[in-house]
Structure formats: structure tokens, C-alpha cells
């Protein structure tokens, strides 16, 4: 009976996550070509990929957009989490249009950020120049096209950092915001010393998921800027998907993608075993925060 | 209904014994009460009953049917949750009818209407039945939990399992429902095995109680019998309100010279005074002693008294006044004194 | 932060938010020249809004649209439900059971079901391409549901295991004793309490699957493609059609929020409380 309840989750991972990984592996270590060509040639691709400067770009670029998008994202969420969460009205409208960017596929992000961005016809500049500010190349000048991406991804994602987070909040107990009013606590004591502490699983688990995806960025700079200029904008998915399929490279794209899942699981399985602690004991993560917020406030009293 | 054997019952979490060879044969239709302090191990017998535990060793038998293995939807037990465990997404009426509605349970609808009123006047819950249990105060909720075990009596359930179900009411409800509950098994014939922590709650509704401490059974017996005959000092130590007096002998003291005086077994390390055994006197003999604190309850005082070989709490009217800080002297009824020896076990004494 | 900061905060992040939907909206209603003279912003006073896209949505492009469209909401319903229903069981199981293979336990068994999401899809899909070409299953509605699922599965075991392990056993302790067996247990008192976790877990899923364009790219090419495949075959011109782009991206968003609308209500539900002291 046991074994029945978790048995289609492994079948799945077994026949259709287990192969293609094994398969992609085998492909790292060989020269394939899409044609059908090429043999084993160990770990050749790999040393490759070190002096490769396309791919140090890309991979640079990835991690760029993970560590300032994942944290510019976090911390717009959570804003927008506080704010919406205290709220007295109109609480499910607003939830409703702070998640609107969500339930657009990015494919069509990237047409209407396309058009949004265009230096000529877009409306950003058209405000730019309307204020008296020079135009600015968004999609064409290798740092503004950087700025865009991180600013789409922003508007894309953002949403899904609040649900999260903002799911969070409702969960937690009242008990220690009405001792924290009783104690005369203000906003932003109430905020670190309660609040935030009290949200790390959930921030955890929010910024996990984000950089997960955030590594794997691939549609958003596949539609807006195909990785350009000058790869300025590439990923990691992007360099793999042009050399294995564009290209026909099948073997040295696989590489790519090897390496990409190495980081991605190194950092997960960091961050899970974070993760797994802080949520095994939410009982005392809350005590903990409430306890410390108490001292504090004694040492305001006596101080 | 039937009778249930507890035979050599174990059972450990982890390595810790939760319950140590617990071995008791509750009687058919009988009221059977597990009194112990919080974490002597009711709560795990109830639920090992229930099913909801395996036992590590030993054997739960309904009737001649041994139960080990059977899991709980087909004993066919009742059981109301200390954590109330009420179904938060359903109504209340419709918590009461969730066991009615059970696969295979033939019960029609205007019965199980009849059974959900009558339980729901019975708790006084009947303005609530259409409410969700967020909506309900504590002391609600748990009437709930208790009338989803009650509705069931009589349709064939084989022991009804009650884990402190009436620990969170207020003082008035619970006095009253201590009654009703009494009158409703005893209306239905239904066994039944009821946990509380609290003397007078256990002894005024049970048939036999069974003491556990630390898991282990150390006294089964009617209210009477554990009351006039206390098996130890610890089981002593838990009975009565206020408790017994239990006073250390040395051989040397003022106390012990009386205790021998008046017959006190040569072996007794520890001697046994109910509250009410004792009377005090401000003029002559007795055990010499100081008020220390006076409780007024109406009718009655409680005077706690420092003597020689501890502190003692005595029952007296509260006609007599005393002062904290006043020397007094206490006379026990000895003829009536509980002796214990070194080891604790119960040596002498007691004759009513 | 004061109520004001709040405000503004909303305020601006709003703006922000729905500038671009709003813009999407109406260069649905622009003709091609209105869209590269612009930026026209203002319906009626830039621009004359025309209703060119969506005659050509209703005529020449109808059938291609509507197969996308229709494959799209396929896919994304059934493999969300099947998802998070398989996700369920197996949630539970991990929350309640304790497995063992040699020295893996639940957690690993955990890791090795979320795991699957960490992997780039990009890792994936050559080989599976070669795999459903071997069994004939590109470009099939079954195959599609059944790569959609388990793209998803990963996601829902993750949600619904933190959601489940939340669940009192005292409640499935209740309901056993009240006289039911294991599956009435799950299914009578676990899943409802478990919903606001599965409307979470189901609106997700239909996110991804909308949203997905890779897998699509790769698996499908002409009964079974999806909306993202179907407007991209549109835009392959010497100059997109980006008002035709737009009155589709508009169309395309009524599915994913009449989930997220539908589903909200069950989120919102505090389903847990009342239920143990």
C-alpha cells in the first residue's frame, strides 16, 4: 500500500528523467554531431569549456542574473507581500493584478517587452524623450540589454517571490503580533524581530525555487535579445541550445548542460539542507524570534 | 460491547517505555478509569486499545478476540481525542454524523438524526450544530470530540475510549457532565475506558480505576478499596482532595514516639493521615506544630500546619479560627493512619 | 513602513505591473503602421483602434488558433489534475510512511522526486525527443499529457508533502476509529483538508504547462502544438505581426485567470483551524 502511493513519482523519474540524463552525459563525453558523426572523446569537451570564452561569458552571465534578479525579486516581494498583507480592503483584487505577469506565457513577455523597449517606437523611450532624457539603446548597448533582461525577468517573476512569500505570512500565528502591540513595539522592530524571522522557511523556499528557475533562464532572452548583443545577454541554456541544436555541436552543447546541472545541484542540495532545518523546527524558530524580540524590548525599557 | 484484556502490554517510543507490562481485565459494560499524572502513559493504553499504536509486546483482547494486527476502523471502538481531533472542514452536525455515516454501518437517517440531538442536548451544544469547529470556543470543541464518541453507544461499539474528555470545560459543566456521562453508560451498557489526571473526576465516576505511574500499573480497584488501602506511598500520594498526609518517622522524633504509642507497625518508615483523620487543639498533647497558611472554602478550612516530620494539610470547620505563625497541636485519628514501610509499599493500617 | 510607503509602493509596482498588459492590449486594436510610428499610448486620440487582428483570429488564422488554444487548455488541465492527484498520494505517503531502500529514506526519496525539477529542461529534451520518436509518441496528445505531468509531478510533491505533513494524524486517527479505512481516510478528511495545498499546486502546474515553450518546440510539430508553437509560426515573417501577436497574448490570458480566479477561493480557505487544540 506504502509503496504504491510513491511508486508513479519514481516510474516517472526513472523512465523519463533518469534516461535522458544518462543519455545527455554520454552525449558530454563525445564528439556527436546532429548529423550523426563523431565518437568518444572523454573529457576533451570539458577541458574545452574552461578556455571557451563564449561559454565563461555565458555562465557569468547566469550566475549574474541569479544572485542580483533572485535578490531583486526577494526583496520587491516581500514588500509587496507586507503591503498587500496589510491591507484591510481589496486585498484579492490587488493579489489578483500583482500576479497578472504570472499567467503570461514568456513568450508573449518577450513580444510585448520587445515592442515596450524598441529604442525607435517603444513607449519607454517615447517617456524618456518626453521628460527630455536621450533616448537609451534597452535592447542594442551590451549593458542596457543586461538592465532589460533583469528588469523583464523582474516583472515576470516577482509576482511569484510575493505568492510565496505572501502565503507565508497568512500561515503565521497571531499570538506574538498582539503581545508585540501590548509591548509597544514599533513597525520595524515588529518587522525584524518577529516578521522576518519568522518568514525564513518561506523565504527559503522562495528564493530556492527562484534560483532554480533563474539558472535555467532560457525564453526571456531567447525572444528579446537571442543572447546578444554580442552575447552580452547569453545564458548558459541559451549557448547549449545554439551550440547542440543550431549549431549541431549535439556533444558539446550536452557539456553545456552538464556543467549547468552540477551547479544548479550543488546549490540546491546546499540550500535544501538549509532549508530541511529550518522547517524542521518551525515551533522554535518562531520561539526563538519571539524570545529574542522580548529581551530587546527589555533591554529598550531598562536602557 | 465487550469485555477488554490488557495482557502484558509493552510499549516503547524509541527506547523510552511508554507502558511496562501493563496487565488488567476490564469488565463488560464496566466504567474503567486510567488515573494517572500527564505522561504516566494514559493516553498511549487508550490509544494501543484504539488500535492507533501497535504495542512493541503483549496483546489487546475484546471478548476472546485478539486484536493485535486488527486496525482501528474494524475494532469498532469509540474514542474521544484528548486533542479533540475534530474534522475542521465540516460542520458539527456533520462531525457527529461522520462515524454514523461509516462504510457498512446500516444506520438511517432519521436514527442518526435522533442519536446527533439527543447527544447534542445531552452537551448542550444543540445552538451549535451548524457551525465549523474554528468557530467554537475550547471547552465546545471538546464537547464536540466527546459527543462524536457518545453517539455512537449502543449501535454496537465494543469499548468507548474517553482520553480526558472533559478536562477543558469550565468548573460548572464539568461537574454536571461527570454525572450525565455516568447515567449515559450506565443507560447504554457500554464499557468504558476513561482517562483523567484528576482525583475527583476519576474516583467519581469509575467502576475499578487502574493507577499507572511511569507506565506501569500499581494499583486496580474500586474507588474504595485504592482510597481505604492505598498500595504505596506514590499511589497515597495521588489520592484524595486535598491528598493524604504522608509524614516521615525517624525513629528518634515526636511523631514516631506517638505513631508506636498508638500502634504503629515497628517496620513503618512513612505514615499515611487523611485531611479529615486530624483534628486540632490549642491546649493539650498531640504532635506540637505551627500554622503556616489557612484556606477558607465555606463550610470547611484547610489549615496547613508544619510539624515535625513535614508539612500537613487538615480539614476542619471553619467556625474555629487560627492565625498563620500560631503554635498548635495536632491530634490524628491513629486508629484509622496508613502505614508504609521503607520501600514505599503499604505495611498496616487504615481500618475505617 | 508607514501606510503611505505601502500605498506607494502598490502604487508604483501596479503601474509597472499592468503598463505592459495594458500596452499588449491595445496594440491588439493597432494596424502595423500605427505600431511603427508609435509609441501611440492612448486609444482613440494616437491612434484609431481597428479590429484587423481579431478578423483575422475569427477568419484566415481561426482553425490554426484554435487547435494551439484547444491543445494548450488540454494539456494544462488534464496533466495539472493528473499531476497534483498522483502528487497527492505520493505527498502523503512521504509525509506519513517511513520508506527505506538500502540506506534511502523519505528524504531522499524527496529529493530524488524534486530533483527532477532542478534539471534544466534544456538537459532533456534531445534525449527525449530520440526517446518519444522511438516510441511513437512526438507530436501525440498523450505524450504531450504524460511529459506535461511529469514535468510537474516534481512541483506538487513538493507543495503538497510540506501541506500534508501539516495535517494533524490525530484527525486521520479520528476518522479511523469513526470506522474508515485507509482510502475513505485520504479521501474523506485528508484531500479536503489538503485543498488550499492542491489549488495552489494545480494553479502552478497550469502556469508551467501554459507557459511552457521548450518541451513544445521540441515534441510537437503539427497535431499537437501548443499556443507559445502556434504563435510562433505566426510571427516567422519578414516582420512580425504584433498586433496579431498582442490580440493572441490577450486571448491566451483567459485561461490561466479563470484558474487563478476559480482556485483563489479554495487558497483563501483556513481549512486547518478548529481542527485539534
Known sequence: MKYLLIAPPLAFFFAISLIPLVYTVWLSLTSTNIAGGGGWVGFDNYARLLADTFFRQAYGNTVLFVVIGVAAQYVLGLALALAVHSLTRGQRLVRLAILLPLMIAPLIVGFIWQTLLDSRYGPVNGLLRAVGIDPVAWLTDSSFAFISILIVDAWQW???????????????????????????????????????????????????????????????????TGGGPGGATGTVSLLGYFTALRSGNMGYGAAMTVVLLLTVIAIALTSLLILQRALSRPDLSGEQAFARRQSRTREVEHG | MSQVELRSLTKHYGRQPALDNVEVSIRDGEFFVIFGRPGAGKSTTLKVIAGIEDPT?????????????????????????????????????????????????????????????????????????????????????????????????????????LDEPIAHLDARLRHWLRGELRHYQQKADTTTVY?????????????????????????????????????????????????????G?????ELARQARQHGAHPAAATVGIWPTDAKLDRTQGGIPGTVYVVEPLGEDAIVRVDVPGGRMQIKTSSSQTYRPGEPINVHPAWERAHYFGGDGARIGGGAL | MDRIRRLALLGVWGLFAIFPVYWMAITAFKEQRDIYQGPFVVPGVDFQPTLQSWEYIAGTGRDQILLGFGNSVLFAAVSSFLAVVIGA????????????????????????????????????????????????????????????????????????????????????????????????????????????????????????????????????????????IVITALSAQMEPRWWLISAIGLLAIIPPALAAIVLDRFMERQVLRGGIR
Open chain 1, 158 to 224: 516577482t509576482p511569484f517571490v510575493f505568492l510565496v512569500l505572501y502565503a507565508g505570512l497568512r500561515t503565521l500565528p497571531t499570538e506574538p503580533f498582539e503581545a508585540a502591540r501590548v509591548d509597544g513595539a514599533s513597525g520595524w522592530r515588529t518587522f525584524a524581530d518577529i516578521t522576518f524571522p519568522m518568514l525564513i522557511p518561506a523565504s527559503i523556499a522562495a528564493i530556492l525555487l527562484r534560483a532554480i528557475e533563474a539558472f535555467k533562464l532560457f525564453d526571456i532572452v531567447f525572444y528579446i
Open chain 2, 57 to 161: 509486546d503483549g496483546q489487546v483482547v475484546f471478548g476472546d478476540q485478539p486484536m493485535n494486527g486488527i486496525p482501528p476502523q474494524r475494532r469498532n471502538v469509540a474514542m474521544a481525542f484528548e486533542s479533540y481531533a475534530l474534522y475542521p472542514h465540516i460542520s458539527v452536525a456533520a462531525n457527529l454524523e461522520f462515524p454514523l455515516k461509516a462504510p457498512g454501518r446500516s444506520i438511517g437517517i432519521d436514527e442518526r438524526q435522533r442519536r446527533i440531538s439527543e447527544v447534542a442536548e445531552l452537551l448542550e451544544i444543540t445552538p451549535l450544530l451548524n457551525r465549523r469547529p474554528s468557530q467554537l470556543s475550547g471547552g465546545q470543541r471538546q464537547r464536540v470530540s466527546l459527543g462524536r464518541a457518545l453517539v455512537r453507544s449502543g449501535t454496537g461499539v465494543s469499548v468507548t475510549l
Open chain 2, 195 to 247: 482517562a483523567s489526571p484528576d482525583y475527583v473526576e476519576a474516583f467519581a465516576v469509575a467502576d475499578r480505576l487502574m493507577v499507572l505511574i511511569d507506565g506501569r500499573v500499581r494499583q486496580v480497584g474500586t474507588p474504595l478499596e485504592i482510597q481505604t488501602h492505598p498500595a504505596d506511598t506514590d499511589v497515597a500520594g495521588m489520592i484524595g482532595d486535598p491528598k493524604m498526609n504522608l509524614l
Open chain 2, 249 to 253: 518517622l525517624d525513629s528518634s522524633g
Open chain 3, 89 to 228: 498520494f505520493a505527498a502523503y505517503g512521504l509525509a506519513r510512511y517511513k520508506y527505506r531502500f538500502g540506506p534511502f529514506t523519505n528524504s531522499d526519496l524527496s529529493f530524488l522526486i524534486v530533483s527532477q525539477r532542478i534539471m534544466p529542461p534544456i538537459v532533456a529534451v534531445i534525449a527525449l525527443f530520440a526517446m518519444f520518436r522511438f516510441v511513437g509518441l512526438l507530436d501525440t496528445h498523450f505524450g504531450m499529457i504524460l511529459v506535461y505531468t511529469w514535468f510537474n509531478l516534481p512541483l506538487t510533491v513538493f507543495i503538497l508533502t510540506d501541506f500534508m505533513s501539516r495535517i494533524p494524524v490525530e484527525i486521520e486517527h479520528a476518522a479511523a476509529i469513526d470506522g474508515y479505512g485507509k482510502f475513505d481516510q485520504i479521501r474523506k478528511v485528508m484531500l479536503p483538508l489538503a485543498m488550499p495545498g492542491m489549488a495552489a499546486a494545480y494553479l502552478l502546474s497550469f502556469f508551467f504547462v501554459w507557459n511552457d515553450f521548450l518541451l513544445a518546440l521540441m515534441l510537437t510539430f503539427r497535431d499537437a502544438q501548443t499556443l507559445p
